[in-house]
């Protein structure tokens, strides 16, 4: 006799199998806890760990990570993320439309900082795990960034702001978490130091911004880097919803990169002659 035939309703719920959430009708449960034990008893940053991570945080792991998603949500509408919600909204988008149009550009060069910074990070500790001392791991990790990605140092510098206003605060937050035996503060160590080289090797201090300093806090909370960068999309998804509802009672259509007053510079060829189109209409 052959094998019995398998039921494929198994086959597909194999297919789709989650640890996540479990639904049937009347029950919805994530992570195992029941949806109206979670309503009301835990916060957003609570909900978002749990989701995530599988477990609930403890109050002070789900403080850092709320400081880390409160102080990346916008960075004004010249920010190319903010910029395309309202100018999606201006073409017709709904939110939704917007929102997902912003953060399809959330990749490397804007919105990946961090991801690349806790990336770094981690190279350095993992140097010095194999014995180098912290200075060297972190030159020779530095060396190594530069050399396969090109100077740029993700995580440290601003176009904007001399000192980032934000990056104190999130990292003193980290530092009473370490005191408090939270966390670490191994990753923090590593940022500092790129900070300490990189000022050495310039002879001034680059500062350490918002992607670097979040990058901290991920990575102290065992985030990895992925997954921190998608966190930081939802941070900042909340900026780009707020701008796009904005400019969704503005009542502008087709809203530009720039006003239409502003122009752009051609850098084109010539004026040519219309005896070329009559060669080749000949041809």
Known sequence: MGAPESDPRDEAARYWRTSICDISPGRIAFRGYPIQDLIGAVSFPAMIWLMLRGELPTADQARLLEAALVASVDHGPQAPSIAISRMAVSCGLPLNGAMASALNTLDDIHGGAGEQALELYLDILARMDTGGALQVATASAIDAWIATHGKYLPGFGHRFHPIDPRSGTLLALVDEMVGKGVVSGRIAMAA????????????????????????????????????????????????????????????????????????????????????????????
């Open 192 to 283: 500092r130091s790129v900070e300490a080289v990189m000022a050495d090797r310039k002879g001034k201090l680059i500062p350490m911004n918002i992607d670097g300093a979040t990058a901290v806090i991920y990575g102290e909370l065992g985030f990895p880097p992925p997954l921190s960068r998608g966190v930081f999309c939802l941070s900042r998804a909340v900026g780009i919803l707020a701008h796009a509802w904005e400019q969704s009672s503005r009542g502008e259509r087709n809203k530009g990169p720039m006003p239409r007053s502003f122009p752009y510079r051609y850098e084109g060829a010539d004026l040519r002659s219309p005896s070329k189109l009559q060669d080749v209409r000949e041809a």
